[in-house]
């Protein structure tokens, strides 16, 4: 007798509880299609550099498709913003945009309060920033292959100039230095212009900016382009070969900027911030001035973000492969204990 009123309660509770959960979820359907209903935050690094000017246009063109206000915030230390953005909530209101320093920070450090594939879904790759070796006009030597055999005769006396240790600028360096084989001094600046002045002024004797901060010295001739650190040449530095080319097979390191958001984020929502930053990238204007700050437009899908960003993490995290194992040393050696 006392299963009649056990059934009687199942039958009661079963579909309630069917019904909550198609409840919830036609709530989170209806905000997925009502997004976004109130402003939206974008997370990027301190004023001035490639990750703010994407975090700026991009903001600029969502707050525009989107019909509410993008702010941009800034914050000084790259693991503060991947920290940030990896604990705010997966609705679609929380962006940041990083360079390629959000791979490399985790190598470079003990611990690291995120993951940078787990904690994150890729919203799209806005674009690609090659380096360029430089030289001061003293430097004897007008190829890779010269600047290789001076240092080579020279341990240790040639130095090499740079922004902020852990940043793309530095690590390129330190890529072409152990690949080459050569003992060059570096010597680290709080911003790639302080460095580039002192470059300029031959204070140092190489060093390898973005393509931005180099090509006008290299056209008033204060300063000699030797090669191009993609793997492929680049028309943002028209004339110069790759260093991969240049007697380094494999040699390639470039800055990517992308726009994230927090991991879970509803697909829905991240293919309509996708199509939306997609679509305005794609502007004629943009473009332009992406590429007056060196910058090849991109424009990916999420997938197409996501599969570079493993590739390169799972590459630079394992030392058996000859370019991997050139990475994990110079992280190694550089002993780098960056904030940034």
Known sequence: MKLYPLLFKLAVAIPLCVANTLSARALAAGSEQGFPTKPLRMLTAEPGGGSDLVARVVAQGLSSSLGQQVVVDNRVGGVIIA????????????????????????????????????????????GNSPMVLVTHPSVAATTVKELIALAKARPGELNFASGPSGAIPHLSAE?????????IVHVPYKGVGAAVTDLIGGRTQLMMPN????????KSSRLRGLAVSSAQPSALAPGLPTLAESGLPGYESVAMYAVFA????????????????????KRSDIREKFLSASTDIVASTPERLRAPCARKWRAWAKSSKPRISAWSSVINRARLRIER
């Open 83 to 126: 920290e940030l953005a990896a604990k705010a909530p997966p609705d679609g209101y929380t962006l940041f945009t990083y360079s390629s320093t959000l791979w490399l920070i985790p190598l470079m450090r003990t611990h690291t309060p995120y993951d940078p594939l787990r904690d994150y879904s890729p919203v799209t790759l806005v």
């Open 175 to 183: 890529l072409f230095k152990y690949m080459a084989s050569i003992d």
């Open 211 to 218: 393509a931005s901060a180099a090509l006008p010295h290299i």
């Open 262 to 281: 927090p991991a879970k984020t509803p697909a829905a929502v991240a293919k309509r911030l996708n199509q939306d930053i997609v679509a305005y990238l």
